[in-house]
């Protein structure tokens, strides 16, 4: 099997709730995001998919994820997509680094292998652990009494995790966590997600303020160093997501003892391929994971669930799912939230199927 053209695909995605807000005065209304079609001389194909969180977030912008797939396509054209290793030393050898561009290609590799050989995704990332997958539900940054409504309102839906947007001024962000843990049941998971907002002087005072509560604190500061030296002044869970954007720097925060669970972004490490990799040596090492992407649509969300699901229920700390965020849907068969929870397909593949009149004409192809 060869690969014979690969498609891309621009549509917006509208939010729900109108808007997103997170630190550094970061909002996104409506974000941009990119599918990828891998088609080959047979009958199957694949889609994958990405979608930058604006371009102030991490290093990764939307309009770069097609100009890169523009300078790495032709090299991948006549290669084989079901031997995903080889197509991943193909991108990194004819693009360095920018992993979030060859995130889609490699998702849509291993939808069109499941595909091909008749089987889910789960089963072949190591088989599904339990009936369904945790999911969290972020609360964008805004007053703290709106953002302690909007988790009652969550909570009525059957959330138990929560991941509040603080990393703002430091006086607010006291209030956000104090408000909305006081409304929580002892066993809702409360994490405080600064997402690098903070200066180290505001993450100690934030921290000194509400540590006496059960709260996780998750990247506090820009760099992996200031989170570190926030991270060994308090007792709290400590998550770590941004810093974590290589299997190096994962095991060099293991060897400092920098965290207690991680973020695993699929596209942050350029695709399922080495996200399972990076999912695997955290069973190794007993660190919990969230596992999700920056954002995205149907495909990512469907992405998620088939790498969550084949992760052991123990070292699964939680999930997302984008369609409980994004106004637009454009398949069929992707997983769908309910009670706080959703379950990945056992359909061939990711197990969606792709209504092309929704995501329109193709912005780029090559062949």
Known sequence: MKITSIKVYKIGLPLKEGSYKWSHNNEIKEF???IVKIETDSEFF????VC?????????????VRTGIKEIGKSLIGCDPTNIQEINNVMDKN???HPYVKSPIDMACWDLLGSAYKIPVWKLLGGKFGETIDLYRAISQEDPLLMSKKVEQYKREGYSKFQLKVGGNPVEDIQRIIQVRSILDPTDILVADANTGW?????LKVIKETEHLDIYYEQPCMTYKECLVVRKKTKNPFILDESIDSIDTFLNAIK???MDAINIKISK???????KLLRDLCVEMQIPMTIEDSWGGDIATAAISHLAHSTPEKYRFSSTDFNSYNSLTYTS???QKKNGQMQASDNFGLGIKVNQEIIGSPVLEIN
């Open 32 to 34: 941009d995001n990119t």
């Open 46 to 49: 694949g889609y994958g998919e």
């Open 52 to 64: 930058t969180l604006g371009s102030a977030y991490l290093p990764a912008y939307a309009r770069g």
């Open 95 to 97: 693009l360095k680094g």
């Open 199 to 203: 200066l180290m002087h505001d993450a």
């Open 256 to 258: 400092d003892g920098a």
């Open 269 to 275: 490490l350029g695709g399922i391929t080495k996200s």
């Open 333 to 335: 068969g992707s997983p």
